[in-house]
C-alpha cells in the first residue's frame, strides 16, 4: 500500500533562514499530497496541497516541490519566523479525501 | 480556533471500559473525519462520514465505531478499551469545496487507558 512520509524527524533553522522539509513515498496512488503542521497542543493544520500531476506550488511564504521521479516531495518556507516551529507532516490523498499521513519533521527555529 | 469543537478535551478510564467522543464540526461541513495520533503508530485515518453516510474506512479497529447525526456531529465509540488504545484522538471537517484536501481539525481528545 501506500507509504508517505519517510521525514527526517528533526530539523533547525535560523530565524529568518529559509527552512526545506522534506518527504518520500512509496507507491503513489494518491492524486494529491498535501502538507498539515502541527503546533505543539493544537490539530494538525492545512498548509498547502499539490496535485500529483503538478511539479510546484507556491503559497504564502510556503512552496512545495514534488518530484515523481524519485517520489520525492518537499516543502520550502521561506524566512522562517518563531511561529513556524512546529511538526511537519507530508500526506497522501485518498480517495474519500482521507489523508494518510508521514510521521512528521519537528521543526525548531533558533532565535 | 478552526471552528471544529470537540468534547471531552481529556478522558482518563480503565481497560474493559467503553467511552463516546463527540465532535461537531465546522457549521455547513458535511464531511467529517475521524483520526488516531499515538507516538507508536503516528497519525492515522480512522473513518469518515459525510452528511450522515460512512464514506471510507481506515485502520478502525472493529471495537470502534463511529455515527453523523442529522445535525451532522458525529461520534466515536471505543469498546473494551486496551493499554494501546491510550491516544490523542482527532476530529476534521472539510466542506467538500475549495482545496479537496483542506480539512479543519478539532482540538483533539486527550484519552488514557490504565
Known amino acids: 500500500g501506500e507509504s508517505v512520509g519517510l521525514h527526517l524527524p528533526t530539523l533547525s533553522v535560523q530565524e529568518g533562514d529559509n527552512s526545506i522539509i522534506n518527504c518520500a513515498y512509496s507507491?503513489?496512488?494518491?492524486?494529491?499530497f498535501i502538507w498539515y503542521k502541527q503546533e505543539s497542543g493544537k490539530g494538525p493544520q492545512f498548509i498547502i496541497d499539490?496535485?500529483?500531476?503538478?511539479d510546484k506550488r507556491q503559497g504564502q511564504r510556503v512552496t512545495v516541490l514534488l518530484n515523481k521521479t524519485v517520489k520525492h516531495l518537499s516543502l520550502q518556507i521561506a524566512a522562517t519566523q518563531p511561529g513556524d516551529s512546529a511538526v511537519y507532516f507530508c500526506a497522501g490523498g485518498g480517495s474519500a479525501r482521507q489523508l494518510t499521513f508521514g510521521s512528521g519533521t519537528q521543526l525548531t527555529v533558533l532565535p | 480556533d478552526s471552528g471544529v469543537t470537540q468534547t471531552p478535551k481529556h478522558l482518563i478510564t480503565a481497560t474493559g471500559q467503553r467511552v463516546t467522543l463527540r465532535c461537531s464540526p465546522r457549521s455547513g461541513d458535511l464531511s467529517v473525519y475521524w483520526y488516531q495520533q499515538s507516538l507508536d503508530q503516528g497519525l492515522q485515518f480512522l473513518i469518515q462520514y459525510y452528511n450522515g453516510e460512512e464514506r471510507a474506512k481506515g485502520n478502525i479497529l472493529e471495537r470502534f465505531s463511529a455515527q453523523q447525526f442529522p445535525d451532522l456531529h458525529s461520534e466515536l465509540n471505543l469498546s473494551s478499551l486496551e493499554l494501546g488504545d491510550s491516544a490523542l484522538y482527532f476530529c476534521a471537517s472539510s466542506p467538500y469545496q475549495g482545496s479537496l484536501y483542506e480539512q479543519y481539525f478539532g482540538p483533539g481528545t486527550r484519552l488514557t487507558v490504565t
Open positions: 507507491n503513489s496512488a494518491s492524486d494529491y
Open positions: 499539490i496535485r500529483s500531476n503538478m
